[in-house]
């Protein structure tokens, strides 16, 4: 009898888990996809610093819950992650949890095993008050000074939908013309998630549709961020001082811009512009405008995830990629409503497409060749074998391509004007102070630094 694929998931009982666990369900019953024979001959390893009970996952994967073992460790002790993987005899290990990434990435890579993630976390940064505007950057610069010195392992870390599959979208648009080299990749997203029964709403909440502290960590703690090349800039202000328009098509929104891993990895190794440009539900949008004064306040507010479980939601999730070249944008998105997720795969749409990421990067560990060390999605699907793609949209079914016959232009110029009742003194106050916070593309040859530089 061949010995089962032990695989181990970190951080088992969250949303990004349960998600992945319900597509890890399909496959097991579909003998068409990617992960089928893996998952008919395997032994999954949930492990938890607060284990959920076995009926919990009995509730969703019903089939995969027989192959699957709980175990409750606090993974603050790597030692614990390296005697169970040992024991356990764990090829691949999925982190989903909270836990250091460095130190994660040093087990496996010391065992010779996979690993993939979601995004990086770093203790020793999360235990240092004074980092907390840059948490972000700080994590990012820590696992760069130690990423070369991970040898054995083969991982692949940020493989979300962002970080993750937006990384293959721009990929996947920047093939179509190689020999054009593109002014700024946009990472774009407009998550208009909320529930269907106003009365489910409760005043001083913040609701989103995954970790509502990650969320504020991005949208209140940190400073807003955009990098050119190899130099990562910092507004100093809030996140949701100002807004910039994106426009794909017949959809156009506004939305705020936050840290990010793969903005910065886009930038520095296309050298281009890159930023985030995030929009959540209105609802916790005025929320956060309405406390912009103190945004301390909202650490205090009630943070609820958007769940379907908890309540029928309506909206969805459409996440995506703009490429700006000099007189045109391509960009490529997915869009998947919550009432699609939630029939099928009993999930909401961002969790779904965060799942999907996941995915595409375990088979790509699991079927596909992959040298030892690390590797961030953008690397692997530049290969012209790369199957990331394939194996994405094996459950993300709908991507959509199209092109902008204008460009809008840099992060500069998408900046939301002021309303155009407001008194002409406003408006040059609100010019002045964008001039002053942002730079573009023409500010790295001239003499005149940007306000904050990193990295």
Request: charged content about 30%; aromatic content about 10%; proline content about 3%.
């Amino acid at each position: 009898m061949d010995i089962p694929f032990a695989i181990t998931v970190l951080g088992s009982s969250g949303g990004v888990a349960r998600a992945l666990l319900t597509l890890f369900e399909h496959s097991l019953l579909d003998e068409h996809s990617p992960l089928h024979a893996c998952l008919a001959n395997s032994r999954i390893h949930g492990i938890d610093r607060e284990q959920k009970p076995r009926s919990y996952y009995r509730s969703f994967a019903p089939e995969l819950s027989a192959r699957l073992k709980l175990h409750q460790l606090d993974l603050t002790d790597a030692e614990s992650l390296k005697e169970h993987c040992v024991r356990t005899n764990t090829q691949l290990v999925i982190d989903l949890s909270w836990a250091d990434t460095r130190s994660m990435i040093a087990c496996c890579d010391e065992l010779g095993i996979s690993y993939v993630n979601t995004a990086l976390e770093d203790e020793e940064v999360d235990e240092e008050p004074e980092l907390e505007t840059t948490s972000l950057l700080e994590r990012i610069d820590r696992f760069d000074a130690a990423e070369s010195t991970y040898k054995r392992v083969k991982a692949i870390v940020c493989s979300g939908m962002n970080p993750g599959v937006v990384q293959w979208m721009a990929v996947e648009l920047m093939k179509e013309n190689p020999d054009k080299k593109p002014r700024a990749i946009y990472v774009v997203e407009k998550d208009d998630t909320f529930y269907e029964d106003p009365s489910l709403v409760k005043p001083n909440t913040v609701y989103v549709t995954w970790s509502p502290e990650c969320f504020l960590e991005e949208a209140v703690s940190n400073f807003p961020v955009y990098s050119i090349g190899e130099t990562t800039y910092m507004i100093y202000g809030n996140v949701y001082d100002r807004e910039y328009e994106v426009r794909m098509g017949d959809i156009t929104f506004s939305g705020c811009i936050m840290a990010h891993e793969e903005t910065i990895a886009l930038a520095e190794d296309y050298e281009v512009e890159s930023a985030f440009i995030y929009r959540v539900n209105d609802y916790t949008t005025e929320q956060i405008y309405d406390n912009l004064d103190d945004t301390d306040e909202l650490w205090k507010y009630d943070q609820k995830l958007l769940h379907p479980d908890d309540g029928k939601l309506v909206g969805g999730d459409l996440i995506g990629v703009l490429i700006v070249y000099d007189d045109h944008e391509r960009y490529m998105y997915n869009h998947v409503t919550n009432e699609e997720a939630y029939a099928e795969f009993k999930t909401n749409a961002t969790y779904l497409q965060v799942a999907s990421g996941v995915y595409a990067a375990a088979s790509v560990l699991v079927l596909d060749s992959v040298e030892s060390g690390v590797h961030w999605v953008h690397d692997l699907a530049e290969a012209a074998d790369s199957r990331y793609g394939d194996y994405v949209m094996y459950y993300l079914r709908e991507f959509v391509t199209g092109t902008n016959d204008s460009t809008d232009g840099m992060l500069l110029q998408r900046v939301v004007e002021d309303d155009e009742d407001e008194d002409e003194d406003d408006e040059n106050e609100s010019a002045d102070a964008v001039s002053e916070s942002l730079t573009d593309l023409s500010a790295l040859n001239g003499d005149e630094p940007p306000l904050t530089e990193s990295k």
